[in-house]
């Protein structure tokens, strides 16, 4: 019995040990720290996600967990530390093939269903729980939007999360109507059997260009993870979002308080131009629109004049606005 109880003890001492040294330096600096989670194999090999935090000197209740969009990974510092001067400490996920996460063996983005991003997500939030959260706030960007919209409705009734905030949310592709309808699930389709086979690369590098200090922006952040033209996707990945887009456009049932916060307006531009930085040159915001007008939740819309399509990195006044918006939502609703 006493060598049973001796091995007990030394299990808690290492489980413990081993989550309090859970988070490395992360290359964002101090006070930034993540840590690499690995989940199981995939159709590429070996997978595995990252959770970034923003460290603190007292232990909040509260917690946001922010999921990036397309091409992207976390770097907003500013949001943050936004969230952190309001009492919520920040976490953000870099999903599988994304960013920190992503691996030699692995092509970039490349999912063949967004269900694969649930195993990320449920991980992080079993961390963030572990840490003494009891309250988290579900976030996501564009891509990172729909992902978190259908988590959600998929986890209805058993959420590990209180509240769900979405900017500029991707719910539908922004191609001509005829694409749409006839090119979109004719691509749906190959990519179901051919999930590997190339789509046509078509993403222009504009958008990016209007974000990064390099080139007309004022943000900083690793162009190789981030480059303002994506690589192209493979069409199991066009299907895996289609399916997706299907979905949310059916209708979701989302049991928590709901914030979609997008631009009062989509810019078209073939050239460069000031422009870009007074709405949204990624998605069509009616699309945004129709499908917030089926979800069935505590909902707010909140629509801020001249943003771009991640609000959070739009021109100073705007995305000022937006936290200010964002915070009084926060306080009433989580």
């Known amino acids: 019995m006493k060598k049973f109880t001796l091995l007990l003890i030394g299990f808690f001492v290492f489980?413990?040990?081993?989550?309090?040294?859970i988070f490395v330096s992360d290359v964002l600096g101090e006070p930034y720290e993540s840590t690499t989670i690995e989940q199981p194999n995939d159709y590429e090999g070996k997978v595995n996600c990252t959770l970034v935090h923003l460290k603190e000197q007292t232990r909040n209740y509260a917690a946001v967990l922010y999921i990036h969009g397309f091409n992207d990974y976390f770097f907003q510092k500013e949001?943050?530390?936004?969230f952190h001067q309001h009492g919520?400490?920040?976490?953000?996920?870099d999903l599988r093939k994304y960013g920190r996460s992503l691996l030699p063996n692995q092509k970039m983005n490349n999912v063949r269903s967004l269900d694969e991003y649930d195993a990320d997500i449920d991980t992080a939030l079993k961390i963030i729980k572990s840490l003494g959260h009891t309250r988290i706030l579900?976030?996501?960007h564009s891509t990172g939007g729909l992902v978190i919209s259908l988590y959600a409705a998929k986890n209805k009734g058993k959420?590990?999360?209180?509240?769900?905030?979405?900017?500029?949310?991707?719910?539908?592709?922004?191609?001509?109507f005829l694409l749409r309808k006839i090119g979109v699930p004719?691509?749906?389709?190959?990519?179901?059997?051919?999930?590997?086979?190339l789509a046509p690369d078509g993403i222009p590098g504009q958008y990016g260009m209007s974000l990064h200090k390099q080139f007309y922006g004022e943000w900083e952040y690793n162009l190789t993870w981030k480059p303002n033209s994506p690589p192209a996707v493979n069409f199991g990945w066009l299907r895996a979002l289609h399916q997706g887009h299907l979905k949310?456009?059916?209708g979701l049932a989302i049991g928590k308080p709901f914030l979609m916060m997008r631009s009062d307006k989509s810019i078209y531009e073939k050239k460069w131009n000031d422009n870009y930085f007074t709405g949204d040159a990624v998605l069509n915001v009616k699309d945004m629109q129709k499908v917030f007008a089926k979800i069935i939740a505590v909902k707010i819309e909140l629509v801020v004049p001249n943003a771009m399509h991640d609000i959070i990195l739009s021109k100073k006044a705007v995305r000022e606005k937006a936290y200010e918006e964002l915070f009084i939502w926060t306080e009433k609703y989580f």
């Open 79 to 82: 949001m943050a530390e936004r």
């Open 159 to 176: 959420e590990n999360f209180d509240a769900v905030f979405c900017n500029s949310p991707f719910y539908d592709y922004n191609v001509p």
């Open 15 to 21: 489980i413990n040990g081993n989550a309090q040294n």
């Open 186 to 197: 004719l691509f749906s389709a190959i990519g179901k059997k051919y999930p590997n086979k």
């Open 248 to 250: 949310a456009k059916a």
């Open 88 to 93: 919520i400490t920040f976490y953000a996920l």
């Open 138 to 140: 579900l976030a996501g």
